[in-house]
């Protein structure tokens, strides 16, 4: 499966989470860092849920530019 992740970058660092998956995040030092961690974190976090008994979420958010004149 793929999961849409955004990656947001702060001023030291760079976030990402994973819409479809509420709580699975990740903050590395760099772009590729945190790309890596969040890989390992969805795998956790789907592992947990089977763990648990619960359903897996199927990817479905989707994300699009949109061009605006300012």
Not at 24 to 37: I, N, Q, S
Request: charged share 20%; with cysteine.
């Amino acid at each position: 499966m793929q999961y849409m992740v955004i990656i947001e970058e702060g001023e030291s660092s760079y976030g990402a989470y994973v819409p479809d998956l509420p709580g699975c995040v990740a903050v590395g030092d760099t772009r590729k860092e945190d790309l890596t961690l969040i890989q390992e974190a969805i795998v956790l976090h789907l592992e947990m849920l089977q763990e648990d008994g619960l359903p897996v979420p199927h990817p479905h958010s989707v994300s699009e530019y949109v061009a605006v004149f300012a």
